[in-house]
């Protein structure tokens, strides 16, 4: 599957076939975690394998959206280490791309992933400190049930190219290719234009 294949095909895949996620695919999508951009390239992520069905279990009964943990053989836990931190304001932001890598490499393996969101609620993030007894300094940042897919979603409808403007917010873009052509027409005519008067000066003209 080539990258914008995965990137328009990817969906929240919320109920899992049993089979486990191979050791070798499980670190691949890690890997695919940690070469996500950060800020200063703090690199703060850290992942916490969740693999025991009562954890599993148990973190689908204490949050409010997480029933796809209950059949998922797998989840990762997207936390930051947050002790000394450069940037310490984008910790959050750097652990969504990384979450969004993670899930990208999934379904680049046929595997489904869906982001169950922690971070920021407070109270979502102290219930999975507790269950996973993470450290003061260690914020978690997002919970991510990994498995095959037993569903299959629709293909949904996202481009809106009214979404788009140029230069300025009143004004459209049309399209990138058209515009550029344009512009390439324009500087023509207007070199076209210069020659023309040099040409009168020197007395060339034709
Ligand atoms: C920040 C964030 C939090 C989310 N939280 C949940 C959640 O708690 N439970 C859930 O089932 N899906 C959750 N989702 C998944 C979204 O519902 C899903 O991405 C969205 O409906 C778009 O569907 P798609 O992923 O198939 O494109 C979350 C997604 C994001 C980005």
Redesign the pocket.
Known sequence: MDGMNALLT???I?IFRPEPVEPEAIRSLVEAAMYAPSAGNQEPWRFVLIQDPATLQAIATD?P????MESAPLAVLVCAATRDLPHPDFWGVDCAAATQNLMLAAHMQGLGS????LYPKRERMATLSRLLHLPEDVEPF?LIPVGYPLER?EQ?ERYHPEWIRSERWFDAWTFGRQDLRAKAEREEAERKAAATVKRVDSGLHD
């Open positions: 990817r969906r929240s919320r949050h959206y997480a029933s796809a869906v982001w169950i969101g997002a979603p949904p």
